[in-house]
Each structure stands twice: as C-alpha cells, then as structure tokens.
C-alpha cells in the first residue's frame, strides 16, 4: 500500500488541524495504521494506533484528550485530529501501516512521506 499524508501547516498554539493519510490499494483496510513524528533533534516518536476497523485505538501520554486518530475504510484514509496544539507538538508527521497494531516504527511496514507541523507559541 502507498501513503500519501498531508494537512500539515504553521499554526498558533491552542490551535487544531486534522492530517489525512490516503492509501491506495484494495487492502488499506486490512491494515493497521499508524502516526509517528519526528521533531527536530530528536528520534522518531509513535503518536497514535488503529485497529483495521477502528475498535482498537493507541495514544503516547502526550497526546491523550488532544489527539484523535480515526478512519473511512471506504475512502482508504486515515486521520489525525490534533486540537490544543503545543509547540512541542512541531515535527513532521508521518503516517504508516502494519500487519499489527503496535507502537514499535519497526513493526510497520509501508510509510508516507511524511507532513510538517509547526506550533507557534
């Protein structure tokens, strides 16, 4: 499958933006999917899973209450919806897709290219 993420932008923080993720291919909804970033400096981080249906769901801490992964099988996107965004939040987003749900980068195996999000305090 291939990843195509977008939406990304400079925003304020206490902002919102939303990131899709279009897969292509018939087997996008047999797959996991997944959101990582990387900020500056630092090594890529996992951000939120979803189950091939949804009914399974992962968040890292940080993102709890803020961040809400979801997504339209019949559209093969998959969503971040990031509200009260904190300059911490700036990285670049990338979304991924795996055999299994996992917060291990390693576990996945198809990634997009990857869409900047900057915070601005």
């Known amino acids: 499958v291939q990843l195509q993420a977008s939406g990304g932008g400079l925003v304020q923080a206490g902002d919102s933006l939303r990131l899709p993720c279009a897969g292509s291919?018939?087997?996008?909804?047999?797959?996991?999917m997944g959101w990582f970033r990387r900020a500056p400096g630092k090594e890529r981080e996992f951000v939120a899973a979803m189950s091939q249906r949804g009914g399974i769901t992962y968040y890292t801490d940080s993102v709890k209450g803020r961040f809400t992964i979801s997504r339209d099988n019949a559209k093969n996107t998959v969503y971040l919806q990031m509200n009260s965004l904190k300059p911490e939040d700036t990285a670049v987003y990338y979304c991924?897709?795996?055999?299994?749900?996992?917060?291990?980068?390693?576990?996945?195996?198809?990634w997009g290219q990857g869409t900047q999000v900057t915070v601005s305090s």
């Open positions: 991924a897709a795996s055999a299994i749900i996992t917060r291990r980068s390693i576990e996945y195996d198809y």
């Open positions: 291919g018939r087997t996008f909804s047999s797959y996991y």
